[in-house]
Each structure stands twice: as C-alpha cells, then as structure tokens.
C-alpha cells in the first residue's frame, strides 16, 4: 500500500496567515479544491451566504462570528447582525449635530 506525506506545518501556517491577515481586513480565500472560505477577525463569518462553500461538491456552511449556524436559521441571525453593526456604525444623526454657522 502507498502512502501519501503531507506537510500539516505548512498547511498550518498558511492558515495561521490567513487568521492573522483577516483580523486587519476580511478575507476571502480559495482552497486547491475550489473550497472557499470566508474570514473575519481570525473567524470563519459571512452575512451575505455560506462562509464555507464547495459549488462542485454542493457543499456548504454558514458561520457568523465563528459559529457555525444552521441553514434554516442563517437569514434571521445576518439580518439581525447586519442591524446590529449598522446600528454600531450609526453616525451621529443630523437633528444632534450644531447648526451650521452665520457669517455676518
């Protein structure tokens, strides 16, 4: 019988690069086997579909913040997320800000 040797220390320290660069700016990244993956902030999310997804294979899985979610309950937890950062974002309404000045 043959064997195969794979080096698991360079594959684990391109994933560690990966994790490390996704905590700067999220990170889309697409495996040997058309597997793609979704980082953010060293955590497996994505709000907008699968975070992990082979199209050929029809495989998927959806991840919000390193946890992994159920299809059938992903939609109600990103748009309650996606509210939730946005309201986070939220600049300060027009109504607080001073009024502009007069020159005279």
Avoid at 82 to 97: I, Q, S, V
Wanted: charged share 35%; proline share 5%.
């Amino acid at each position: 019988m043959n064997s195969i040797s794979v080096n698991y220390s360079l594959f684990n320290e391109s994933i560690n690069k990966i994790i490390e660069y996704s905590k700067i700016k999220p990170i889309k990244v697409t495996d040997g086997m058309n597997t793609t993956c979704y980082f953010k902030d060293g955590k497996l999310h994505r709000l907008d579909g699968p975070a992990v997804h082979n199209k050929q294979l029809g495989f998927k899985e959806y991840w919000i913040e390193g946890q992994r979610i159920e299809e059938e309950d992903f939609e109600q937890l990103a748009r309650e997320k996606k509210l939730e950062e946005f309201l986070e974002n939220e600049k300060e309404p027009e109504f607080r800000k001073s009024p502009p000045k007069v020159k005279s």
